[in-house]
Every structure is written in C-alpha cells, then in structure tokens.
C-alpha cells in the first residue's frame, strides 16, 4: 500500500462512527495490520495503534483478542518500543543547553515514548471494562508485552541522571510525564489481573505465564525500590496478592527465594531508611514538618513488609526450608539497628516508640507462625559464637521473645525447641547471653512492666533476662522438666561467671515456686555432686555458692533432713559443709551441726599433723580450715571457748612451719594460707606476739616473691582487721615495719582489683588502729599518698562518658573474641589427633568473625585518630599490618584460583 492509499485510508476511517466500525472490521482489520506491520515512521505507527486499539479493539470478541489482534499488534509495538527507547539513549548522550535541535529531537522521542505508553493503558482499560473473568489463554500476549515495556521506562528513568548526562533539567517534565504515564499502565495491568480467571482446569501454558508475570513484576520490585513508596508498595501487594490468590497452582512453580529475598531486602531497606530520617531529626531537633511525614510514611512501609511477610511466609511455609537462614538474618539486621543494640543510632525515644509499635509490633506474628517449622528451629539454635559482635544481643533479645511464646505453643512445638538437633533452646539462650558481655558490663537497659497495671520501666539487661527465664520456668510443662533441669546444671558448670550466675538465680526461682520437696530434691542431689566430684575445681565452688543459696529456702524439717543425710561429724561430708552458710539453719540446728563440724574438721587437721605432713596430702585439710571457717561465720565470738581455744591451737602449729618459698611454688600450700588468713581475722585479738611474729614476717617474705593476686587479696582481708589489734611492745620493731611495707607494696599494686581492695583495707586499718604513727609509714610516696587521700575524701576521678565507655566495651569484645579464638587454636594444636578423624575446613561464619574483628579493629584505629595524634610508631605498625594483610589477600586470590582450576 503507497503512502498516498494510507493515508487516505485514515482519513476515511477517522470519519467512522461505531457501527459502521463493526460492520467493516473483517476486511479493514487485516489492511490495517498490514499497514501496521510495514510502517516504520513513529508517528504514522502510533496513529495506526490508536485506531486500533480505540475503533477497532472494541468490536472483537474476547475469545479472538488473542488469535486475532494482540499476537500480530504487540511484537511489533515492541520493536516500535525498543527502537525509541533504542535512539533516546543515544541522543541523550549529546544533548547540551545550546543543542536546540538534539533538545528537541530529545522531547519529540519522549513525547512518542508517553503517546505509545497512553495507547497502551487504554489497552489494557478496555479489557477492564468487559465486566467478566477474563480466561488468560485470550490476552496472553498482553501481560508479557506490557511488563517488558513498564520495567524498561521505569530503568530508564531510574538511571535517567546518567543517561542526561546531567542535563536533565532539559527535558524533566516530560520525564515526568513518562513515569506517571508508565504508573498509570502498571496500575491499569493490576486492575486487569484481578479479573484474570486462572482455575484448576487451567493449563500448564497458563501456569507458566502467570508464573512469568510475578516474577517479572518482581524484577520491576528491585527497580523502582527507591523511586516511589506508594509505587513500590503496590507493586509488592500484586504480587503477594496474585501468589496468595492462585496459592494451590503456583506453590510449586514459583521462585519463592526471589520473592522472600526480595522482601527481606525491601524490608531492611525501608527500615534503615526511618532509622536515617529518625537520625537526622534528631541531630537536627526538629520534631515536625515534611521530614517528620515522610518518617512516619517510611515507617508505615515497613509495617507493610512486615505484613506480607506474615501473609507470605503463612501460605507458602513449606516450601521456605532453605531460607530460614534470611528470616533469623532479617530479625538479628533489624535488632542490631535498634535501641539497645550498641550499634544503632541515636534517635528520639518517640521516633523509637512509633518504629516499634508500628513496625516491629507488626513483625512479631512471623516468629509465632515460624516457631512449629523445624528448619527455623535448627537455624536459630545452631552455634551462634561467630556472630558478628552486634548481632550477639539481637540473637539474645530473639530468643527470649520465642521463649515468651513457647508457653502457649502445644506440647509437640514446646519438645522440638526443647530437643534441638545441636542445642536445645535453654542452652542456645544461656549461650547467646554469654556472648553478651559488653551489653551487660555497661548495661543496656530494656522496658518492662514489673507489676500489673503498672507502666513499662527500664531494666537491664541481666534483671530482663532473669525475668523472662523465671516466667518460662514457671510455665514449663511437666514433660519438659528433664531438659530444663539438664540445661540449668549445664549452664551453672559453664565457664562463664554471668551466666553461671543467671542459671542459680533462676535455679533458686524454681525452687522458690515449685514445691519443698522439689527444693529439698534439688538440694541433694547438688550436694552428692559436690560430694562425688573428684577433685577441686571451679565446678564445685559455683555448685556450692548454688547448694549455699538453695539450702535458704529448704524447709526446716527438710534441713534437718539435709543434715542426717550428711552427717557433720562424718569426714566425708565435710566437702559439703565447706560450702553451705549455717545461718540458713534452724539456731539449734546450727548449734549442733556447727560443734560436730568443729569436732570432725579439728580431727582433720591433727591426723595431717601427726603424719608426716606431705604437701600432696594438704587438699583434706584445705576441707577442714574451710568448714572452721564456716562454723566461725556463723558463732563469730558465741562459739564456745573450749573450741576457739582448739582452733587456736591448731593454727598457731601451722604457722610454726610455713616457708615463704613453698607458699609460693605450691598452690596447695597458697590456699591453706589464704583459709589461715581468713581463720585469724576472727582471732584477731586473741593472737601472741609469737604468732603475730610469726604472720608478718611470712607475709613480708612472701610479697617479695611476687605472690598471685588471691594470696595478696587475702593478706589485704587480714590487714584490714589488723586495726583491732594491740601489737605487743616486744615485737613493735620488727611488726611495725612488716605492716608499714606490706600496706606500701599492696597500694602500689598496678593491678585495679589489688589496687581498689588495697584502699579499702587501709582506710579500715586507719580508722581502727590505735598505733596511729603506722598510717603516715605505709605512704612511702606522694602518688600513693594523693590516691589515699582522695579515696578518702571519696574525690571522683576522671568519669568516662557514655560514648567513650560504649567505644572501649566494642574493642574490649574483640580483644576478648581475638584472645578466645587464639586459646581454642592452641587448644586444638596441642591435643592428641584422633584416628581417622576427619579434617573440617573453617566454615564460613569463622571466616566473617574474623574478618570482622578486623574490620572493627581498623574502626577503633579511625576512631582514636580523630581524637588525637597518633605516635611514631603507629604508622610503621599500619605499614607491617598493610603487608601481612597483602599476602593474606594474595593466598586468598591463589586459593581460589586453584579451586577454580580443579573445578575446569
């Protein structure tokens, strides 16, 4: 057909009126299609398209629409389409503000591009208008060829700044113009899936396009992430919705990797988005206006992921086994970015407020739904030691908010948390918690309601953890006590000290809620731990700080059991009585267990006496000194006289024959002395010169040997009584100078702890002793001197703030996870290899510790930089440090080379 006879011919046609449309449609379709199909002016293309889609498009059935117009019209509107777009990347390249020939070129492509776009949504309206489902098989053309042409001009806007190559200003509204059109086709094809009939009897064609059609829409998702809330968020609500609403066809077709990575993504991005205007407001103090709207809008867009989330993750569970991994990471992202977490950023407790309650509140539904799907089980409670340090905490605050939900989960889903394949869930917790240690040394504190009707206030970190363990301990069913009971001991025996602690408070919790007999069950059982174990060790101290505390709350006829069952005067059971207070007791109780603990310890150490006093031979009398000690807590000066005059005894032969020397190569030896120590604090003033002597002058040796910190620690708990004593004229010249020393060397012990306990002791020594002329000789300097008169005066030194005690417990963590990693290298260098024991390569979360304790490490450098000059040697440091980390680099880079060589 020649340019004249087309034209002609639309001419003709633009004097048509309905009717007479319909009637012609079968011989103009086709010599309009044929037009179409030549053309190759833009204009002329979409004034073909136009009277297509307006004049004709009507009158074809729907049963035809496929077969008859959008197979043969939408392939070529594509290349019309590829072809501009095509051409306006090209000319974007050269437009400049003196090139009004290429500026206009420029606007006339992308007055084209929002004509073709306009042809389209009215497209796509029309369909809308049939008022029927709409079978898919009948406009399957359609979907795909609208999907390509929006995420293409949303790209090309998205990166509309590079395309300009700043000139952007030129041809904006038009741009604009583009968006909004290429908005509205979106909105418009949305509208049209909600009549889209996709049923059981569809076929696999169907399946796989709609299929196609979420996951286009997805990959629009990804583009237009940061240009329009509104936008995005409606485009993520198509896809949950058409997922949702086609659930039983789609569940095993669709990339639910794709779609739940997607949406963790978004999520974090919207929600590190409120935390940065949250930031700037409050750096800038405003409290109103366009930022604080845009705030709550950006907030009110988390809480909308959130709840996709929840829709998502509900319908789709089973098939998310392998993504589990991103769902706890989104949970422990979001955490470690939100008060208390050390790590997030100072905002305003009402921005704060509204996050949690619009937000976070909003994904607190998605751990409910999670908790009976066993791979979120074994995702969360596997070993979670080589978390980054600011994921420690969140780890922990998550576990505990799933222990407040486990009580009202049935008994199946309570077994499998309790049961877990590497920890169980009270041993994850009580691990988590250990990791914690710079959140709880400052503390952090977190929000709870104490008493009913009474407003949330801020506890730390520990007392919110004690709580909330208490609270699940009091629900536990009756059928998971065994592991409750095993993962307490577990954590009371640990190696940390705070959790350890954690465990016996909530230890002594249960036994304050549960019943007597329970609590006298328990106390047994500690006690034949203690009493079985096969030598001294730290387990058996906390054991009996636990046995000491639970004996407290035993009631006082199973007291009385308690001590038949462990007789005092039995040898055997003295290790046992070391350990208890016998103030728990009845005062008759007290008073005959105390006297045959006397009876049966002073036999202890006159059997060791008599024999021929081997050192190796010292650990039964360490027992003995220890249940004296004990029997002395409780009578203090009511202990009867013929008993005190024994104790006495006993230890003044003792102190006949210990050598500095051998105090200090034999430990045993070191913790008799402190229990001898210890025993003479409650004779202080019945002591003779002779024994008086005899003490100093071992004391004074033995600091000039360098004695370990728990013999110095003691000697200060004697010193600090020495106040009550009258030093006999006779050894006044040898004593005098002893203490004086002794207070001197302890005062200027380097060590904080020695150091702090040193000021104590003699500012008690000073106000008791009556020798007053020893005070000024135990400053034997003006440092010394200046430090006891301010501790006196109670004179603050320098306070640190909360930044810079935030700032040292960060690097205070790596030195401890650096120190931690090192000892368990040296711990696995130095055992025995097993027989055929298989080689595991480091796992990738070692790999990221390390990493980021170095990351954290060139943080701290950055840090102390900005707050000063750095010393000479520092660079020479950094420069060491720039090799080894080059070479490290380079092992890497020829790692995996060779891994991918092997691979070809």
């Known amino acids: 057909m020649s340019q004249t006879d087309l034209e002609l011919l639309l001419r003709e046609l633009g004097g048509w009126d309905w009717e007479l449309c319909r009637r012609e449609l079968p011989a103009v379709l086709p010599r309009l299609l044929s037009m179409y199909q030549e053309s190759e002016d833009w204009t002329e293309h979409i004034r073909v398209l136009r009277i297509l889609t307006e004049m004709f498009l009507p009158h074809i059935s729907l049963g035809d629409l496929e077969q008859t117009f959008f197979s043969k019209v939408l392939p070529k509107t594509l290349q019309l389409y590829d072809k501009l777009m095509y051409e306006l990347s090209s000319e974007a390249k050269g437009l400049t503000g003196q090139n009004t020939e290429l500026r206009s070129t420029v606007r006339n492509l992308l007055q084209t591009i929002v004509q073709l776009l306009e042809t389209l949504t009215s497209c796509v309206r029309y369909i809308c208008t049939l008022q029927e489902c709409v079978p898919l098989d009948s406009i399957r053309t359609l979907p795909s060829s609208v999907l390509y042409v929006i995420k293409s001009t949303f790209t090309h806007c998205k990166d509309s700044e590079s395309v300009y190559c700043g000139h952007l200003h030129l041809i904006s509204d038009l741009l604009q113009a583009v968006f909004k059109e290429t908005y509205s086709l979106q909105k418009q094809l949305m509208e049209l899936f909600d009549q889209i009939s996709v049923g059981p009897a569809s076929t696999e064609d169907d399946i796989t396009d709609m299929v196609s059609v979420i996951h286009t829409v997805l990959e629009i998702c990804s583009v237009i992430s940061n240009m329009d809330h509104a936008l995005h968020a409606n485009t993520w609500k198509f896809i949950i919705k058409q997922s949702l609403k086609h659930h039983a066809l789609l569940q095993c077709h669709l990339k639910h990797s794709d779609i739940l990575s997607g949406l963790c993504k978004d999520t974090l991005l919207s929600f590190h988005s409120s935390l940065q205007l949250a930031e700037e407001m409050k750096m800038s103090d405003i409290q109103d206006g366009a930022d604080l709207r845009l705030f709550q809008k950006t907030v009110k867009l988390c809480r909308f992921f959130a709840n996709s989330l929840v829709y998502y993750t509900k319908e789709f569970l089973p098939f998310l086994s392998d993504l589990c991994s991103q769902l706890h990471q989104l949970f422990l992202q979001i955490y470690s970015k939100f008060p208390p977490s050390l790590y997030a950023p100072v905002i305003s407790e009402v921005h704060q407020d509204e996050i949690s309650r619009v937000f976070l509140v909003a994904l607190d539904p998605l751990i409910s739904q999670l908790l009976p799907f066993s791979p979120f089980m074994e995702q969360v409670l596997r070993d979670t030691s080589g978390l980054p340090a600011e994921q420690q905490l969140p780890q922990c605050l998550l576990l505990i908010t799933i222990m407040d939900k486990l009580s009202s989960q049935p008994e199946e889903v309570q077994t499998l948390w309790n049961t877990g394949k590497r920890l169980s869930f009270l041993s994850a917790l009580f691990q988590s918690f250990q990791q914690c240690s710079a959140e709880l040394s400052l503390p952090v504190c977190l929000p709870e309601v104490i008493g009913t009707?009474?407003?949330?206030?801020?506890?730390?970190?520990?007392?919110?953890?004690?709580?909330?363990?208490?609270?699940?301990?009091?629900?536990?069913?009756?059928?998971?006590?065994?592991?409750?009971?095993?993962?307490?001991?577990?954590?009371?025996?640990?190696?940390?000290?705070?959790?350890?602690?954690?465990?016996?408070?909530?230890?002594?919790?249960?036994?304050?809620?549960?019943?007597?007999?329970?609590?006298?069950?328990?106390?047994?059982?500690?006690?034949?731990?203690?009493?079985?174990?096969?030598?001294?060790?730290?387990?058996?101290?906390?054991?009996?700080?636990?046995?000491?505390?639970?004996?407290?709350?035993?009631?006082?006829?199973?007291?009385?059991?308690?001590?038949?069952?462990?007789?005092?005067?039995?040898?055997?059971?003295?290790?046992?009585?070391?350990?208890?207070?016998?103030?728990?007791?009845?005062?008759?109780?007290?008073?005959?267990?105390?006297?045959?603990?006397?009876?049966?310890?002073?036999?202890?150490?006159?059997?060791?006496?008599?024999?021929?006093?081997?050192?190796?031979?010292?650990?039964?009398?360490?027992?003995?000194?220890?249940?004296?000690?004990?029997?002395?807590?409780?009578?203090?000066?009511?202990?009867?006289?013929?008993?005190?005059?024994?104790?006495?005894?006993?230890?003044?032969?003792?102190?006949?024959?210990?050598?500095?020397?051998?105090?200090?190569?034999?430990?045993?030896?070191?913790?008799?002395?402190?229990?001898?120590?210890?025993?003479?604090?409650?004779?202080?003033?019945?002591?003779?010169?002779?024994?008086?002597?005899?003490?100093?002058?071992?004391?004074?040796?033995?600091?000039?040997?360098?004695?370990?910190?728990?013999?110095?620690?003691?000697?200060?708990?004697?010193?600090?009584?020495?106040?009550?004593?009258?030093?006999?004229?006779?050894?006044?010249?040898?004593?005098?100078?002893?203490?004086?020393?002794?207070?001197?060397?302890?005062?200027?012990?380097?060590?904080?702890?020695?150091?702090?306990?040193?000021?104590?002791?003699?500012?008690?020594?000073?106000?008791?002793?009556?020798?007053?002329?020893?005070?000024?000789?135990?400053?034997?300097?003006?440092?010394?001197?200046?430090?006891?008169?301010?501790?006196?005066?109670?004179?603050?030194?320098?306070?640190?703030?909360?930044?810079?005690?935030?700032?040292?417990?960060?690097?205070?963590?790596?030195?401890?996870?650096?120190?931690?990693?090192?000892?368990?290298?040296?711990?696995?260098?130095?055992?025995?290899?097993?027989?055929?024991?298989?080689?595991?390569?480091?796992?990738?979360?070692?790999?990221?510790?390390?990493?980021?304790?170095?990351?954290?490490?060139?943080?701290?450098?950055?840090?102390?930089?900005?707050?000063?000059?750095?010393?000479?040697?520092?660079?020479?440091?950094?420069?060491?440090?720039?090799?080894?980390?080059?070479?490290?680099?380079?092992?890497?880079?020829?790692?995996?080379?060779?891994?991918?060589?092997?691979?070809?």
């Open 453 to 904: 009707g009474q407003p949330a206030v801020p506890i730390t970190l520990y007392h919110y953890v004690c709580v909330h363990l208490c609270s699940f301990i009091a629900s536990t069913l009756p059928s998971q006590f065994p592991h409750l009971e095993y993962a307490l001991l577990d954590a009371v025996l640990g190696s940390s000290m705070i959790t350890s602690l954690l465990a016996m408070d909530s230890w002594c919790f249960l036994a304050r809620y549960g019943t007597a007999e329970l609590c006298a069950h328990h106390c047994v059982v500690i006690a034949h731990l203690i009493k079985s174990w096969p030598n001294e060790c730290y387990q058996v101290s906390v054991l009996g700080v636990l046995l000491k505390r639970m004996l407290f709350l035993m009631a006082p006829d199973h007291q009385v059991e308690f001590a038949h069952k462990f007789l005092p005067e039995e040898v055997e059971n003295l290790a046992v009585w070391q350990h208890v207070s016998l103030r728990a007791l009845s005062p008759d109780l007290g008073k005959r267990v105390v006297r045959e603990l006397c009876m049966a310890a002073l036999a202890q150490c006159r059997r060791w006496l008599n024999s021929r006093r081997a050192w190796g031979e010292l650990q039964p009398v360490n027992v003995a000194f220890s249940v004296l000690l004990v029997a002395c807590n409780f009578s203090g000066d009511a202990l009867e006289a013929e008993l005190q005059a024994s104790i006495l005894g006993v230890l003044g032969q003792f102190w006949t024959f210990l050598q500095a020397k051998q105090v200090s190569d034999e430990p045993r030896l070191q913790q008799t002395l402190c229990l001898l120590l210890h025993l003479l604090e409650f004779f202080i003033q019945a002591l003779d010169a002779q024994l008086i002597s005899q003490v100093f002058s071992l004391l004074s040796s033995l600091l000039r040997l360098d004695p370990p910190d728990h013999i110095r620690l003691a000697m200060l708990d004697f010193l600090s009584s020495v106040g009550k004593v009258f030093i006999p004229q006779e050894v006044q010249r040898q004593v005098v100078p002893q203490l004086s020393c002794s207070f001197a060397s302890l005062l200027a012990d380097q060590t904080w702890l020695i150091h702090q306990r040193a000021l104590e002791a003699f500012r008690h020594f000073a106000e008791e002793t009556i020798h007053e002329d020893v005070v000024p000789q135990c400053l034997n300097s003006e440092e010394i001197k200046n430090k006891v008169v301010n501790f006196m005066a109670k004179v603050r030194q320098g306070e640190e703030t909360t930044e810079a005690r935030i700032e040292r417990l960060k690097q205070e963590r790596i030195t401890c996870d650096a120190h931690f990693m090192k000892m368990a290298r040296e711990l696995e260098s130095t055992g025995e290899p097993l027989a055929k024991r298989a080689c595991h390569p480091p796992s990738e979360e070692q790999y990221k510790s390390a990493v980021g304790t170095m990351e954290g490490a060139v943080e701290a450098v950055k840090l102390l930089l900005q707050k000063g000059s750095p010393p000479a040697w520092v660079a020479v440091k950094l420069e060491a440090l720039h090799t080894a980390i080059t070479i490290l680099r380079d092992s890497v880079r020829k790692q995996l080379l060779s891994c991918c060589t092997l691979a070809l």
